[in-house]
């Protein structure tokens, strides 16, 4: 069988439990090279086989999982995150479809989470933003018509757009297209939850200067939106005037 393990965002301690053991029990795993944390693989038992996919074709991949399925063995697909997301899943849980070998899913962690818990920020804030937009800019791998960051960036909505920094001139320009303005706040969040985490916060108008003056073109979230600055409303959940189904109005 083929267990597809979210790895969580990098600090090894954030990958579920059910995932840790899933790693601990496989006698092969298949790790998504340096996007996983390699202190991870401590969890493996003695003698798993392991291979790193960042050298390695999807054909590939799909040959190691047939064989240890033949041999009777158990495989962890090991993606950063949670798989769901950039992961390119899909394609293997049809492969294995077609082979006939079966697989599970176990989620991960995603960055997004980590890199606003590393930002101390909230996405979704009343009067603010109640809509998050998970992105990428188009590079070499091209967007859907009607998802480029500008067509998104109308919107004002929160964004984090992941794989993109390498691309922060073209990213900055493509979102001052849409509702933001040269102030609006933005972040770089550069490799959340590992032990060489950096957050650097900026006006979008600087977001390229800023990747540059950092050192920053690769392993990083960009966050961008009003939920980074500092005023909101209050939330009505917990307000001593909102009644809920578990509490009256006190006033």
Same mark, same amino acid.
């Given at each position: 069988m083929v267990h597809f393990v979210g790895a969580g965002p990098g600090a090894p301690d954030l990958?579920?439990?059910?995932?840790?053991?899933l790693l601990e029990e496989a006698q092969c795993v298949i790790y998504a090279g340096s996007l996983v944390n390699p202190a991870l693989l401590a969890l493996t038992r003695e003698g798993a086989a392991i291979y790193n996919s960042a050298h390695m074709t999807l054909e590939q991949v799909l040959a190691v999982m047939e064989e240890q399925d033949r041999l009777g063995h158990d495989t962890v697909r090991l993606? /950063?995150? @949670?798989?769901?997301? %950039?992961?390119?899943?899909?394609?293997?849980? @049809?492969?294995? @479809?077609?082979?006939?070998?079966?697989?599970?899913? /176990?989620?991960?962690?995603?960055s997004f989470c980590a890199a606003a818990a590393s930002a101390g920020e909230e996405y979704t804030l009343p009067g603010v933003s109640q809509t998050v937009i998970i992105t990428r800019m188009a590079g070499r791998t091209p967007v859907p018509a009607g998802q480029d960051i500008a067509s998104l960036a109308a919107h004002g909505a929160t964004m984090v757009i992941f794989l993109s920094a390498g691309l922060l001139d073209?990213?900055?320009?493509?979102?001052?297209?849409?509702? %933001?303005?040269?102030?609006? #706040?933005?972040?770089?969040v550069y490799?959340?939850?590992? #032990?060489?985490?950096?957050?650097?916060?900026?006006?979008?108008?600087?977001?390229?200067?800023?990747?540059?003056?950092?050192?920053? @073109?690769? /392993?990083?979230?960009?966050?961008?939106? #009003?939920?980074?600055?500092?005023?909101y409303d209050r939330s009505l959940l917990y307000d001593p005037g909102f009644a809920t189904g578990y509490r009256e109005a006190s006033r």
């Open positions: 990958i579920t439990r059910r995932g840790a053991r993606h /950063t995150g @949670d798989p769901c997301l %950039y992961g390119a899943i899909r394609e293997q849980m @049809d492969a294995l @479809d077609k082979l006939g070998i079966a697989w599970d899913d /176990t989620p991960g962690v995603s073209g990213l900055q320009e493509e979102l001052l297209k849409g509702a %933001y303005d040269a102030e609006t #706040p933005a972040a770089l490799k959340a939850s590992w #032990p060489e985490e950096k957050v650097v916060r900026c006006p979008l108008g600087r977001l390229a200067q800023t990747g540059r003056d950092q050192g920053i @073109d690769r /392993t990083a979230l960009v966050l961008v939106g #009003p939920f980074l600055a500092r005023s």
